[in-house]
């Protein structure tokens, strides 16, 4: 099969960018030197601890980042590891982030999203309350 220009043009448009940061005293900063692996590409994060990986195919990928790049005394609580599915139509993904936390701060965030959860649920109950039916022995 042969490529034509409109193949090309089509092959450069799938494109992925993010950016690998962590929180300081409530500031977000990018984090140099993280290693972020598409399949077989990979990108290396700036001194913004932003990456860029261009021409993508018409498939899917596993996008992840070498944990040996990653500062000592960090940890990644989100997935380390996601999948990304390109179709034939020219795609940008932007904002595709990942953040870091002091290994210190793990149990103080896990606590938070906890809290996070219980309320949104409590929420949730108390709106359809009127909805629920409870049956009584």
Request: glycine letters at 6%; charged letters at 35%.
């Amino acid at each position: 099969a042969s490529v034509t220009r409109k193949d090309f043009i089509f092959e450069a448009m799938r494109i992925i960018s993010g950016r690998v940061y962590k929180t300081e005293d409530g500031k977000e900063e990018g984090v140099p030197g993280v290693k972020i692996n598409i399949n077989s590409q990979s990108a290396i994060t700036d001194e913004n601890g932003e990456y860029i990986i261009r021409d993508l195919r018409n498939k899917s990928y596993q996008i992840n980042f070498d944990e040996a790049t990653i500062p000592a005394g960090y940890v990644v609580l989100e997935d380390k590891s996601r999948t990304i599915e390109f179709g034939p139509e020219p795609k940008i993904i932007k904002d595709f982030n990942f953040e870091i936390i002091k290994k210190s701060d793990v149990p103080k965030r896990i606590q938070h999203s906890l809290r996070k959860l219980v309320r949104k649920s409590l929420a949730w109950l108390k709106q359809k309350r009127e909805n629920l039916v409870f049956a009584c022995p």
